[in-house]
């Protein structure tokens, strides 16, 4: 079966340091990867997605990056974190044969605060 | 445009008493994915149920129930007999045929089951 593996689950940065937050992914072969963030009490915010190896498309402008590596490794970095960079980070996959049927599955998240 | 609508912020119930979720989506295209995904408080997201736009067939699954009606674009869930376990925020989400950036989600319905 397949499984996603996120981490950490927690993270504590202060402004203006690096970000790196990695994303596995097991059980299936050329995924379709998401990276979403989700403010506080609000719903999610698509960041960037991916259909293969170095392929990202990103959704919102931003100090955030995402790299694909290795086929089911997904990777969010930031050089210089903000304040407003904190918030809940969801990776996600789906499965290939058309992205709109396919249910995305959600890793257990990281909570990332900016001091 | 694509949009999904969770007019419900919160809702609390007591223990054993039903609960129905709302879901209103906007879409343009014919084919289209719903999906409903559970958020327990530990954060991470759980795929629920699927449907596409072409079966609006009512599905049941143990006490989790989907009433899928095109003729007021609502895709609204229903809880049986809720239970303590149930208090998560529970998202809707739409998907066009195509495009993995496709995927946009409601803002999430907290609900709390009181014992």
């Known amino acids: 079966s397949q499984t996603i593996h996120q981490w950490p689950a927690t993270l504590v940065q202060p402004v203006g340091s690096p970000l790196s937050l990695e994303c596995t992914v097991e059980?299936?072969?050329?995924?379709?990867l998401y990276w979403y963030r989700q403010a506080a009490g609000r719903g999610l915010q698509l960041l960037f997605y991916?259909?293969?190896?170095?392929?990202i498309s990103s959704e919102v402008p931003q100090n955030l990056s995402a790299s694909r590596p290795q086929d089911r490794q997904f990777i969010l970095s930031s050089k210089k974190l903000l304040l407003s960079d904190s918030g809940f980070y969801l990776c996600?996959?789906?499965?290939?044969?058309?992205?709109?049927?396919?249910?995305?599955?959600f890793g257990d998240g990281t909570r990332l605060s900016i001091l | 445009a694509q949009k999904v609508t969770q007019a419900q912020t919160e809702i609390s119930v007591v223990e054993k008493e039903d609960v129905t979720l709302d879901c209103v989506y906007e879409?343009?295209?014919?084919?289209?994915?719903l999906f409903w995904y559970k958020q327990p408080p530990s954060g991470e997201l759980v795929f629920l149920i699927r449907?596409?736009?072409?079966?609006?067939q009512n599905e049941i699954s143990g006490r989790y129930s989907w009433n899928f009606q095109k003729s007021t674009s609502s895709f609204n869930f229903t809880i049986t007999a809720s239970q303590v376990v149930d208090s998560a925020v529970y998202f809707c989400?739409?998907?066009?045929?195509?495009?993995?950036?496709?995927?946009?989600f409601g803002t999430g319905t907290r609900l709390t089951v009181i014992p």
């Open positions: 996600a996959w789906s499965g290939t044969g058309g992205f709109g049927n396919q249910p995305q599955h």
């Open positions: 059980g299936t072969s050329n995924p379709n």
């Open positions: 991916s259909v293969g190896i170095g392929q």
């Open positions: 879409t343009r295209d014919t084919t289209y994915y």
């Open positions: 449907r596409n736009s072409f079966d609006e």
């Open positions: 989400a739409l998907s066009g045929p195509t495009g993995a950036n496709n995927l946009f």
